[in-house]
Nanobody, 121 residues
Framework: QVQLVESGGGLVQAGGSLRLSCASS????????MGWYRQIPGKQRELVAA???????NYADFVKGRFTISRDNAKNTVYLQMNSLKPEDTAVYYC???????????????WGQGTQVTVSL
């Protein structure tokens, strides 16, 4: 079972930047999709950004132009560069890996434990 460990969260002022890292215990080359999600207290977890094994990226509208997802296969790490942070970006950010395991498209998923990001005014 792959384990994911997020780091890089913290407290930052509005307009500032943070870079989150998601280190995998296994090879991320084997993963079909790596993604970042966030959860605000009282709300459902939502997709922030994702990147496929082919390097195709997808972003939620609320982060387009501000956040960038990338992957370093050699380091088995996925990053989320967050710029122009806003107070509404305050949330726990989670890393997720997905791998298709059969021809029907069933996926094996793994979540990290999350890292807190707090953006102050």
């Amino acid at each position: 079972q792959v384990q994911l460990v997020e780091s890089g969260g913290g407290l930052v002022q509005a307009g500032g930047s943070l870079r989150l890292s998601c280190a995998s215990s296994g090879s991320i080359r084997r993963m079909d999709v790596m993604g970042w999600y966030r959860q605000i207290p009282g709300k459902q977890r939502e997709l922030v950004a994702a990147i496929t094994s082919d390097g195709i990226t997808n972003y939620a509208d609320f982060v387009k132009g501000r956040f960038t997802i990338s992957r370093d296969n050699a380091k088995n790490t996925v990053y989320l560069q967050m710029n122009s942070l806003k107070p509404e970006d305050t949330a726990v950010y989670y890393c997720k890996s997905e791998k298709v395991v059969n021809v029907e498209g069933a996926r094996a998923t793994t979540w990290g434990q999350g890292t807190q990001v707090t953006v102050s005014l």
